[in-house]
């Protein structure tokens, strides 16, 4: 018969590798179980809305503005851009690093590649906001709060 590798007083037991297989379902009671808790599904549905949100904000149009070489009717509150030479309407600015002119530009996001500006901030703010709760999500859960104490492996 097999023995057991490891087994001191008020430790686990592990199988050792030239255990007999009759040991094995004695060793899976050993692992611990991670049953889905309120927790872990909270902590998934704000990964999901982290990473749609910040599918939206790469994939979204930020509000570009389109080429006008000559003033369009009835906008003359718009203004001339020397960097891209079109009219551009007011709150909008030209980006560098996209090298076009964007509605109410705020800046290049560098997670994502892109223009952040009036058509994907709703998506962008969502994104901060989600890194911030998974952030916060993360500390609770390595530090031990919001776990069932059934679904933590006990100690002998």
Request: aromatic share 8%; hydrophobic share 35%; charged share 15%.
């Amino acid at each position: 018969m097999g023995h057991l590798h490891g087994t001191v007083k008020g430790q686990r037991n592990y199988v050792g590798v030239g255990a007999e297989r009759d040991w094995a379902p004695h060793a899976t009671n050993m692992l611990p179980t991670f049953a889905p808790t309120h927790s872990h599904t909270s902590t998934r549905a704000t990964q999901t809305t982290l990473l749609v949100a910040l599918a939206l904000t790469g994939c979204r149009n930020p509000g570009i503005v389109r080429r006008w070489p000559e003033k369009p009717p009835n906008c003359d509150h718009w203004y001339w851009s020397d960097q891209v030479g079109t009219f551009r309407p007011p709150k909008s600015q030209y980006d560098g690093d996209c090298g076009l002119i964007i509605e109410e530009f705020d800046h290049t996001c560098p997670w994502t590649g892109t223009g952040i500006g009036r058509r994907n901030m709703p998506a962008f703010t969502t994104f901060v906001s989600m890194i911030c709760v998974c952030l916060i999500f993360d500390i609770l859960l390595m530090v031990g709060v919001g776990g069932s104490e059934a679904h933590r492996p006990h100690e002998e």
